[in-house]
Structure formats: structure tokens, C-alpha cells
């Protein structure tokens, strides 16, 4: 399918940054999109800030790979931000082949009165330079810049499906279907292959790895998961090439439930670590998984996404639905899980009183102060007044890419080509 043919604002990233103040989203037409929250006004405390467009900038370009004779898509697979070190944000963004260090910088003041150049920012004749001045600084309309600082290319043969910064804020990760990158963030020209699961004969190939992330507070270790279902956890200070996992989390397929779509749903399509570092949470087609790291022998919650579509799956081969990627994310305090699905549905999984909601993302919903109502999706004949049939629900409409405040109960979610956010009253029955 050319590229072209794809809109080219459909957002395929979002990610807030570390103090939720700061929220990114990046789309298939290789821009990302900046956005500040608003400081609390004076008159009305207490009131949230709303999130405003704070910067846009073209990240990638589309490129052609002239040996393989293959056009190279500019959309943004993945966005991180880096740690605040100073005044200044850094987030790093990638395509299927190139990593890019961006730094974001905020200007309201410029200086005035030099010494050897005029008005115009020309040199002066040294000659007429009498008297010395002291130059000032004057305040201006805020621009904010962006700017390249480091590109990381050449590290990836097939398409990179994620980055993850190191707790040590020194170095990162970039993962593609075999392999796996260690890079430093100074050094562009060469980064350290940690993972390679290329087989001598890609005939014998039977998994590819989908996600990857490091643990968010021992530098040491990074878990990648699997199209087989199987997430590994590996440590760098056992051996350079992490090949032989410190632990694999596989769960045993039931026999009476296998299929020819068996392997397909299996797949996990993102995996993120809890905020304590205690739990990892995946996504696969049908269900979210909770596990705990020092438990490998099977999840410890699973949480049913849409279970109705089960007895679909046929279709959503044919329609190649059965392929998409959903994302999953923690809430602040790890006790809530949040996840899309089609229809512009998304699901809330609450750990501790089991609860869970089904909620929309819609024009209806997203007007100010609109309290988010619970959808149902039924399944055969009887249905209540606001049900919606399964066979009804649009699979063009799905949302694949969320992300939740790190703090607060704020959530973004993508879909197709617009951006909503809600804010703490986000379902009063979840908390």
C-alpha cells in the first residue's frame, strides 16, 4: 500500500512527559505536535490547566532506500522524552529506520544594545565604535525552538517498533523484529547490539520480537516481548549479548482453545513496566495481561478487552483488523489499566475492586465538563436501550495509541486523526 494513500495526520504516537506538563503526539506524516498545559488561573483555583498547542515540527522526512529499492515512511512509531536536566525538554522520535534527539527551548527575552553591530544585526566599522555599552536584555513575545541535536541512523535492518530511555538517563534502547540496540545519548555513529534473535536461516524464523522497555529503576535490566505471546526479562550484567533471558513469562495454551487464529491473538502488541517496577502489564488482540516479575509461570490478572469478538475473528482476518497493535497504559498508582479498542472504545480495568468500563471517545463526549458515559456492547438478541450489537461497531474507527498523566487522573487518547484529552473526573465510578 503506497504511503501516500494514508492521511497524513493520523496520530501514531502520544506520550507525556515525566511531569505530565508536557504532552506529545507524533503522526503518519512524520510531524510532532507539542502540547502545554496551562498554568492554574489566578481567579478560578483548583481549576485544571488545559492542554494548548505549544510547538509543531516536521521530525521526518520520507526517504528512499536506493538498495533495497524501498520508500521509507516518515510516520513517528514512537516518541520518549528524556528527564529534565535544565530549562530546556529533549524528547527523541523515530520512524521504521532513524532516531532523532530533538531539544526544546523557550526564548521571551533578546538582547539589545551591542557594542560592534547595529539594529540590523550587521557588523559596525570599528572606527566609529566610541563608547562602550552595556547590551540588555529585553523581554519578547515567547517563541519556543526546536532543534535537531543528534540523529541516530544505520542501527536497525528491519523497521524499529520501539525506544526506551534507561533510568540512568545516559543511554537508551531501539528494538526492531530480531534485534535490539543499546545507544548512548552522545555517541550517533555506533550503538551496541544487545538482542539478536536472527536465526542463520530466516527459513527457521518463528517469532519477532514486537515491544520493548527498560525497567524504570534498575538500569541493568529491560524486558522485549514476542509475536509467540512470551515476554523475556534479561540482565545486561550477566553477559554483553542478552541472548539467554534471565526469565521468560509464558503463559501454557489451553488445547481445547487452539485455533488457526491462536497464534496470531497471541501476539503482544506492547508491554510496559509498573511504576514500582513490581508488574508488567501486556496487550494482546483479546486481552491485557498483569504479570509479576517473580512470577513467570503465568499472568496474575487477565483482563477481557472485547471478548465478543471472538467468534469474529474470521472477518477481522480477512479485513487484517486481527494485525493491529494496541497499546496499554498504568495510571499514577498502578492501580488502573487502560486500553483501546474499535468503535473509538476505550477500556478501564481497575485492579483492586475488579470493576471495569467501557468508554467512548467522540465530539459528544469531549465538549467541556461532558461526563464520560459507560458504553455496552451486546451480543444476540435481547438488548437494553444504549447497548450497541456487535455487529454494528466500526472497525475503521479504533484506537490503537493512549497514554496516562504519570500523576494525575488525566488521559490522552488517539483517534485516527484527533486528540482527546480527559481530565480527573475521568469515569466517577473507577475512582
Known sequence: MPAHSVPADIISTVEFNHTGELLATGDKGGRVV???????????????????????????????????????????NKIKWLPQQNAAHSLLSTNDKTI??????????????YNLKDEEGKLKDLSTVTSLQVPVLKPMDLMVE????????????????????????????????LRINLWHLAITDRSFNIVDIKPANM????????????????????????????LRLCD???????????????????????????????????????????????????????????????????????DYLRSKLCSLYENDCIFDKFECAWNGSDSVIMTGAYNNFFRMFDRNTKRDVTL?????????????????????????????????????????????????????????????IFQDKVNSDMH
Request: with cysteine; net charge negative; glycine share 2%.
Open 236 to 306: 545486561m550484567r550477566a553477559a554483553a549479548l542478552c541472548d539467554k533471558h534471565s526469565k521468560l513469562f509464558e503463559e501454557p495454551e489451553d488445547p481445547s482453545n487452539r485455533s488457526f487464529f491462536s497464534e496470531i491473538i497471541s501476539s503482544v502488541s506492547d508491554v510496559k513496566f509498573s511504576h514500582s517496577g513490581r508488574y508488567m502489564l501486556t496487550r494482546d488482540y483479546l486481552t491485557v495481561k498483569v504479570w509479576d516479575l517473580n512470577m513467570e509461570a503465568r499472568p496474575i490478572e487477565t483482563y477481557q478487552v472485547h
Open 203 to 230: 527459513e527457521d524464523l518463528t517469532e519477532v520480537i514486537t515491544a520493548s522497555e527498560f525497567h524504570p529503576h534498575h538500569c541493568n535490566l529491560f524486558v522485549y516481548s514476542s509475536s509467540k505471546g512470551s
Open 34 to 76: 507539542i502540547f502545554q498545559r496551562e498554568p492554574e488561573s489566578k481567579n478560578t483555583p483548583h481549576s485544571q490547566g488545559e492542554y494548548d498547542v505549544y510547538s509543531t515540527f516536521q521530525s521526518h522526512e520520507p526517504e528512499f532506500d536506493y538498495l533495497k529499492s524501498l520508500e521509507i515512511e516518515e510516520k513517528i
Open 146 to 177: 526546536v532543534s535537531p541535536r543528534r540523529v541516530f541512523a544505520n542501527g536497525h535492518t528491519y523497521h524499529i517498533n520501539s525506544i526506551s530511555v534507561n533510568s540512568d538517563c545516559e543511554t537508551y534502547m531501539s528494538a526492531d523484529d
Open 100 to 113: 532523532k534527539l530533538w531539544k526544546i527551548t523557550e526564548r521571551d527575552k533578546r538582547p539589545e544594545g
Open 360 to 420: 467512548e471517545a467522540s465530539r459528544e463526549s469531549s465538549k467541556p465538563r461532558a461526563v464520560l458515559k459507560p458504553r455496552r456492547v451486546c451480543v444476540g438478541g435481547k438488548r437494553r436501550r444504549d447497548d450497541i450489537s456487535v455487529d454494528s461497531l466500526d472497525f475503521t474507527k479504533k484506537i490503537l495509541h493512549t497514554a496516562w498523566h504519570p500523576a494525575e487522573n488525566i488521559i490522552a487518547i488517539a483517534a485516527t486523526n484527533n486528540l482527546y
